[in-house]
């Protein structure tokens, strides 16, 4: 349970733009318990407003009061504040009424649209182009979701992502651009780079076309942030740890059950240089451009774009390559120019595709 010493410092530090991503969280999630907490903040703001720029009183007086508030508040043993950062809200004492002011309805509730996040989403089969506060472009790939803070700038310039992303970062050299994803934070430094986060997906890639971007993993711990710079047509890739069960065949026929093992797979990266940007960023001038792609990976591109689920009838097919480029092609053109090119025959029915070896294929075998 939150005590009310930890809520006050809270808005302390949200009254004096100093809130961090995990400290704003805990204020909206208290916020939200209750209505009489957003009054309770409502009346700190009002008077923080009021002291700032009607207000004209001696430290004197102020530590006075500060000794009322301190007593009212912060009673128990170490809970204690430096006065002069609370200078604003000991005032609340000297105001009679609080609204007397006439503070306007705006300034009451500007906490509200600066503690309200924007989330904006890219549904299967279409992307999103998003033109960010600070002037930088966005463009979100199918089945993506940006989510920023409502005083995205001041402070900061970050944005989480789920997805993938392209970003022209608009240069500001005071507050570094920052995306952030499940398990690393890129940092950009007015550039231009992709950035693919799907949960779905064991790896977080980031491809720098322009400028330069530092990549550093997320952790609690600052002291062990490493940071690790691109330079343009260089890639980083992040393998997340992972666990995967594998079954395995029973090695004594009085085994009722096959045994199971599971392999865990730690962290790893892995930087590549003097890559083609074009190979993963195509994807935002609405193509396509696969270079011995396996088929695995493929029909994961495809049914993004084309909103479908694809499923394997033969799951050798999974490790087929296939090279070309899909542009402005409708699914069913895809489709039968994959059936042309490769060993792979292929239905379609509403919004599923099934994938399967052509019969002369089969027969071979």
Known sequence: MKTQHHIDQLILNYLEGGLSREERHELEVWLREDAANQSYLEEMQAVWIAAETELQITDDVIGQE????????????????????????????????LFSWGISSYQMNS?????EESVIEAPMGAKSTITLPDGSTVILNAGSVLKYAGDFGKNIREVSLEGEAFFEVAQDKSKRFQVRTSDITVKAYGTKFNVKSYGDERTIETTLVEGSVSIVKNNRQKSKKEELFLKPHEQLVFYKASEEIEPVEAVTPEAAQPEQTVERKPEKILISKGIDPQLFTSWTEDRL?????????????????YNVKIHFEDADLKDFRFSGIIENETLENVLAAISIASPIDYTLKDRDVWLRKKKEEKNKN
């Open 66 to 97: 500060w000794e009322k508030l301190e007593k009212r508040h912060f009673s128990k043993p170490g809970n204690t504040f430096n006065w002069q950062r609370w200078a604003k809200i000991a005032a609340i004492f000297l105001l009679g009424a």
């Open 111 to 115: 906490y509200f649209a600066e503690l």
């Open 289 to 305: 451009i696969m270079k011995s792609e396996p088929m695995q990976k493929m029909v994961i591109k495809i049914e993004r774009k």
